[in-house]
């Protein structure tokens, strides 16, 4: 599976919030991951109807997390940011001229991995995918540790 360029730019700027206490600009994330301005201002709408981030406008203006880093699944966010998470057509859009409809279980395997990726994403929270000072150069693959 592979996410697209808007997904990773969502975690992004997830991740710099996480990281951010207080108020953060779009430019400041823009400017950080060197991303155009109007690429992560989709984002941060997105996110912002989508209940992750609270956005402020005005001169003192900006955003920062709506949750804590901890309540915000991964895999969540990959449904939310993804429009598309079907890997072949039929998923949701089956062929009746297909030879294989009678007999095909491609599409059920597909749809269990697809569940079993988006399942072992939810088990790390955003706070697991920031590192920490002390874990710098660290990867966490499990949640938590």
Known sequence: MHLTTYTEHAFRV???????????????????????????????????????????RGHKGGIMLAREANEINAGDVVQEMERDVD?????????????YLSTCGLKRALIQARQDFLTSLNRFTLA??????????????????
Request: proline fraction near 5%; hydrophobic fraction near 35%.
């Open 14 to 56: 997830l991740m710099y919030l996480a990281t951010h206490k207080g108020l953060v600009t779009i430019s400041e994330i823009a400017e950080t991951y060197h991303v155009s301005r109007h690429h992560i201002a989709k984002v941060v709408h997105h996110l912002g109807l989508s209940g992750y981030v609270e956005t402020h």
């Open 87 to 99: 890997m072949i057509k039929c998923m949701t859009d089956p062929s009746p001229d297909c030879p």
């Open 128 to 145: 697991d995918l920031v590192l920490t000072s002390q874990d710098s150069g660290q990867l966490r693959l499990t949640p938590g540790s």
